[in-house]
């Protein structure tokens, strides 16, 4: 079930995230994306920009997969359990890209009544090219 | 010929104050297609643990200084938007982002370096931003490096 809640026993190391499928992208996702995050630069939102700056046409906000893969780790840990999230922008997402975020347990440990989990994501599109890699930490609290 | 980058390492911005409100939660939830009630539904926020909706994790992205020139980075650095890539992106959360509360953040330039890329050189700019509430509690950190293509 979505936004259902997991506790920290219920997390083993090697368990898998629930894959999160987004898109395709299309230009209002990245124009909302801009007026949502403030970031206007024109490489987003206009194709001759883009292609007069050698990027060959517009492609997404990298900020926006993050938050895809961002939504893939709440989803299954939890609003508001996030402690840490850092990804790499490893390639370009364009237009009509479908975005499949994905994650696998690392770690868990327990210190002073926190218990964190260690998640590594990363984000794909449909050729299988990575566009997001990285490590998220969460918080999550024990059943007992 | 590639460009050569002014170094500005150590380099402060001055520091800006920013105040959560509820609709650009919302909003930026909403841009991702993110539709978690702990974010979007005021009933659900209320009921929660925090007493209210949360921002998502990336929202601190949205954290600017309305009144600073936009192109002073660029300008510092002698570049121009156009050569722009975000390489990576952190964020550190100490403490829920809330409709409401007033933060204050500080930017500073925390490395700076070069190296080869795929398509030719490429310079990197490493920018941490500390978010702290009125007590001077740290609430966030983030870390971005921005790509420029030489």
Known sequence: MKHARIYFEDVQVGDDLPALVKGPIR??????????????????????????????????????????????????????????????????????????????????SSKDDVHTVEVEIWAETQKGEKVVTGKATVALAPRT | MPIQLNRIVGKEYPPFVVTVERGKIKEFARAIGDANPFYLDDDVGRASEWGDIVAPPTFAITFRDEDADTGALLRDLGTDVSRL????????????????????CRPKIVDQYEKAGKTGPMGFVVRETAVTDRDNEIVARMRSITVVRL
């Open chain 1, 27 to 108: 230009q209002i996702q990245l124009t909302r994306y801009a007026g949502a995050s403030g970031d206007f630069n024109p490489i987003h939102q206009d194709d001759e920009f883009a292609k007069a700056a050698g990027m060959g046409g517009v492609f997404a906000h990298g900020m926006l997969s993050m938050g895809f893969v961002a939504q893939a780790v709440t989803d299954w840990a939890g609003a508001g359990s996030v402690r840490k999230i850092g990804v790499r922008f490893t390639a370009l997402v364009r237009l009509k890209d479908t975005v499949t975020c994905k994650g696998r347990v690392l770690a868990k």
């Open chain 2, 85 to 104: 890539l975000h390489g990576e992106q952190e964020f550190e959360i100490f403490r829920q982002l809330r409709p409401g509360e007033t933060y204050l």
